[in-house]
């Protein structure tokens, strides 16, 4: 079996002790700030440490890289991969960003996000949901609570439908059980789990109709059913998820309005049980 190749940041983390203090004080910046070095030149990167040209040029030859070039590719490799320390950055940490920055950025997700979508495939996917056999919605790490939260809103006008994995559970437990008549709606965020594409791989041999909610970068999926990527940019280290969840919530309510009145119907009946269990 090969050996992975360590991370950029591994590199600069496992140099720390060796190098001497004019090199730790870039090594501990660019740990701070690894995203810098995929966007900035080799002078800009020492003026933004406060280090010379000379300390960033024997920096990465002590990361082991044959020059400037080859660490900054690997950096940015490494960057697609949707780790938070590569969105800091080290203008963004000297204060902190105003409420009108974070408002001014979410609406600009949901413009973004929204000006992709169409009132024919929001209907199509929520045609599929309801008509479904069963509906399966997989999320994990980041997309774990989406998954949840999805599943939870659609259960109040589609009966058969399942979150997963649970708890101690597998994938083959339940990938096993995926017919041509279902309905799976991955959620892939990042950071992605590395086995991603397998799992989709699995999706596609079951013939269910595929809704692959992403990031905006994610390529799109030419076997996805449908493809929706949510633009999650944000002022400092954190992703912004409120198109994610704009589209789950228009997904869902979709869903009510086209399930008519047999979804009205279930939602009396579960207003009535919670009524009578007093909401537990």
């Known amino acids: ?81 949707g780790s938070r320390l590569f969105l800091a950055s080290a203008a963004d940490a000297s204060g902190a960003q105003s409420v009108a920055t974070h408002t001014a950025q979410a609406i600009a997700n949901l413009e973004a996000t929204f000006l992709m979508l169409a009132d024919t495939q929001v209907n199509a996917i929520a045609t599929a949901i309801l008509d479904a056999r069963k509906v399966w919605v997989v999320g994990f790490r980041a997309s774990q609570p989406f998954a949840a939260y999805l599943q939870w809103q659609l259960t109040q006008v589609v009966e058969n439908i399942v979150s997963i994995p649970g708890a101690g559970q597998t994938m083959g437990e339940h990938l096993v059980s995926l017919a041509a008549d279902d309905v799976v709606i991955v959620f892939g965020l990042r950071r992605r789990i590395a086995r991603m594409d397998q799992i989709l791989d699995q999706v596609a041999r079951s013939s269910a109709k595929l809704l692959y909610v992403t990031d905006e970068g994610e390529n799109f999926l030419d076997r996805a059913t449908w493809h929706i990527r949510c633009q999650t ?34 939602l009396r009946e579960i207003e009535a049980i919670n009524d009578a269990l007093e909401e537990l």
């Open 1 to 81: 079996m090969a050996t992975k190749e360590r991370s950029f940041v591994t590199r600069v983390r496992e140099a720390l002790p060796q190098l001497r203090p004019a090199e730790r004080r870039l090594g501990e910046f660019v740990c701070d700030f690894p995203g810098e070095l995929a966007s900035y030149s080799a002078q800009e990167l020492a003026m933004l440490a406060h280090v010379s040209k000379a300390t960033v040029s024997r920096f990465i030859k002590r990361l082991g890289y044959d020059n400037y070039e080859e660490a900054r590719r690997h950096a940015r490799v490494e960057k697609q991969t």
């Open 233 to 266: 940019l944000a002022p400092g280290p954190l992703f912004s998820h409120v198109s994610v969840m704009a589209v789950c919530h228009l997904i869902a309510s979709r869903c009510i309005e086209l399930a008519a009145t047999a979804g009205r119907k279930r």
